[in-house]
């Protein structure tokens, strides 16, 4: 939070960062993770505009503005893990921005993605899907440094899952997405939520 606050406060936005926790012992689903976060934020502030970040990346310049587009916005274009490339064509994770009409239209995140990858690329899918198309700032500003940590262990079946998809893409997500919310903190430099998982 010390380094995204500076960084947000150069660019004179009017936002909230809101961390949603997940409870118990369960893979980690963080497609999930964010569904509910856009649920509960936008009951708590009126906002047009989603930036999903993960926790572990830090923006490396003040010029990768964080607002929404026209269409669906790739904002971590260049990892330093990656040497700075994008990985693959398609690729969709880290930091994105949409709007909240855009959101709700895709029908937001599957839940079925226990463990790590492939919710990205299926959000990416759902994107095209409906019409709509991935934009992107140059490299050369994109540019993220991943804090070290331990991995979550893959998903064995997140291949074959975004294969699948498309089936999946109005009966499973926003729609869809079941829990149980334990606890909400507004602090200092962001509001906590703390929320059990229900498996769909």
């Known amino acids: ?8 406060q150069k660019q004179l ?6 961390v949603v926790e997940q409870a118990g012992n369960e893979s980690f689903n963080r497609g999930m993770l964010m569904n509910i976060g856009a649920l509960e934020s936008v009951k708590l502030c009126p906002c047009e505009c989603l930036i999903f970040h993960d ?18 916005l790739h904002l971590s274009v ?6 700075y490339k994008l990985p693959y064509e398609d690729f969709f994770g880290g930091v994105n921005a949409i709007l909240v009409g855009h959101f709700r239209q895709v ?12 919710e990205d ?4 899918n759902r994107i095209k899907y409906h019409g709509l ?3 992107r700032n140059p490299a050369n500003i994109s540019r993220y440094t991943m804090i070290k940590h331990e991995k ?29 919310v334990l606890d909400v903190q507004p602090r200092r430099l962001y509001t906590w939520i703390y929320v059990e998982l229900m498996k769909v």
């Open 13 to 18: 936005l009017d936002y909230g960062i809101f």
């Open 107 to 118: 029908n937001g995140f599957s839940n079925k993605f226990w463990g790590w990858g492939g």
């Open 1 to 8: 939070m010390r380094h995204m606050h500076p960084f947000l």
């Open 133 to 135: 198309s991935i934009s």
């Open 78 to 83: 260049a990892y330093n893990t990656f040497n």
């Open 55 to 72: 926790i572990d990346l830090l923006p490396e310049d003040d010029r990768n503005l964080y607002a929404c587009r026209e269409q669906p």
């Open 152 to 180: 979550e262990k893959p998903n064995p079946h997140r291949f074959e899952m975004v294969r699948s998809g498309q089936g999946r893409f109005t009966s499973d997500g926003l729609n869809s997405v079941q829990y149980r």
């Open 121 to 124: 690329d299926d959000l990416a």
